[in-house]
């Protein structure tokens, strides 16, 4: 359920009046989504995604935003921000700060075949290159600092096995730095949930609300962990070689990202499991939480671990 806030066609009326996109056809709440509420909007002009934040403020908007405008600019397949009449990406309706995105074509794919893998590394690689000449600036908001702080929360309400896991793989990520590696703007969340295929092709990433900037490596790292990996927690090599083929066709990977690879699938999965071992043991106060299973990454890191062999 992705409605928390209800729109109505009457509430939308004089909202699209600020805008040059023709008039309401149709209003449909979309099911799919945790966090904000989206709404598909038809007009005389085309389809689009209505997006109410229930949690970032407008001034935390722009980087996100920006960046979306400055990727689909540069021909990367994201959801392109519409503009009102004042030139402002971001609006306000029922009170909550408002965006309206291009609808982009395709479906969310649960059991994605490696073409598909290797489109999502090939856009990833793109989406960094393209993101170069982005001006914006955000900081990692998930990154070794917020894991290190976070993650002590939690150990007293593991299972004690679990708790010198998650101790051991702190220590391992405290041993490393990876900001001598290619840095720039990064997704930091695509996961399948997060890119709509059109058949074999993105036809766009979504989702760029942990967007930051932070090592590209890390990237295909977080993708990798979530396209390329089984239920069980093991890597599906013929997934993860198609994904690696289709980054590395635009962007050959470093020496030094090649010997950073291993740790870094283990930072990937590392910040997704406290992630989800907090929502997990600490949901926020009246907030509706669809916990998603900790135990996943966890696995995710022990097979990471037990392989000697990383597709590169
Ligand atoms: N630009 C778009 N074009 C087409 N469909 C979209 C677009 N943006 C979002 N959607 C649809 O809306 C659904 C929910 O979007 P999204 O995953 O961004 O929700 P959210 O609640 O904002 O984020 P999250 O669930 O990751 O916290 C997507 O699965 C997709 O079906
Ligand atoms: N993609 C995340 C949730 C949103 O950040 C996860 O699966 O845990």
């Keep these: 359920m992705s409605v928390f806030t209800t729109v109505t066609a009457e509430d939308l009326g004089p909202f699209l009046k600020r805008y040059?996109?023709?008039?309401?056809?149709?209003?449909?709440?979309?099911?799919?989504?945790?966090?904000?509420?989206?709404?598909?909007?038809?007009?005389?002009?085309?389809?689009?995604?209505?997006?109410?934040?229930?949690?970032?403020?407008?001034?935390?908007?722009p980087f996100y935003?920006?960046?979306?405008?400055?990727?689909?600019?540069?021909?990367?397949?994201?959801?392109?921000?519409?503009?009102?009449?004042?030139?402002?990406?971001?609006?306000?309706?029922?009170?909550?700060?408002?965006?309206?995105?291009?609808?982009?074509?395709?479906?969310?794919?649960?059991?994605?075949?490696?073409?598909?893998?290797?489109?999502?590394?090939?856009?990833?690689?793109?989406?960094?290159?393209?993101?170069?000449?982005?001006?914006?600036?955000?900081?990692?908001?998930?990154?070794?600092?917020?894991?290190?702080?976070?993650?002590p929360q939690l150990f007293d309400l593991m299972d004690k096995a679990d708790a010198e896991q998650l101790r051991a793989e702190l220590s391992l990520q405290a041993e490393h730095h990876f900001d001598g590696l290619p840095q720039g703007v990064i997704h930091a969340?695509?996961?399948?949930?997060?890119?709509?295929?059109?058949?074999?092709?993105?036809?766009?990433?979504?989702?760029?609300y942990y967007a930051c900037n932070d090592t590209l490596?890390?990237?295909?790292?977080?993708t990798l962990n979530d396209w390329c990996v089984t239920e069980s927690g093991d890597i599906d090599s013929e997934r993860a070689s198609a994904l690696l083929q289709g980054y590395q066709a635009v962007r050959t990977l470093q020496a030094d990202e090649i010997a950073a690879w291993p740790v870094l699938l283990r930072a990937a999965a590392l910040r997704f499991w406290v992630s989800r071992l907090y929502d997990f043991h600490k949901p926020a106060a009246g907030e509706m939480?669809?916990?998603?299973?900790?135990?996943?990454?966890?696995?995710?890191?022990?097979?990471?671990?037990?392989?000697?062999?990383?597709?590169?």
């Design 20 to 61: 040059s996109i023709g008039s309401l056809l149709e209003l449909k709440g979309i099911a799919a989504g945790i966090t904000n509420t989206n709404y598909f909007v038809t007009t005389t002009h085309g389809r689009y995604v209505l997006t109410l934040f229930e949690n970032l403020a407008a001034d935390e908007l």
């Design 65 to 151: 935003v920006n960046l979306m405008a400055h990727l689909a600019h540069h021909g990367i397949a994201v959801a392109a921000p519409i503009a009102n009449l004042d030139d402002q990406y971001v609006d306000v309706l029922n009170g909550r700060p408002t965006l309206l995105v291009q609808c982009v074509p395709g479906t969310v794919v649960d059991e994605p075949n490696a073409t598909q893998c290797a489109e999502v590394g090939e856009m990833l690689a793109q989406m960094h290159l393209a993101a170069r000449s982005y001006r914006g600036q955000m900081s990692n908001p998930r990154g070794a600092d917020w894991w290190n702080v976070t993650a």
């Design 189 to 208: 969340d695509l996961f399948r949930d997060n890119v709509l295929l059109n058949g074999d092709h993105v036809g766009g990433f979504i989702d760029f």
């Design 217 to 222: 490596l890390y990237d295909l790292a977080i």
């Design 289 to 312: 939480t669809f916990a998603k299973d900790p135990l996943h990454f966890q696995r995710v890191i022990s097979a990471h671990a037990e392989r000697q062999d990383f597709w590169l």
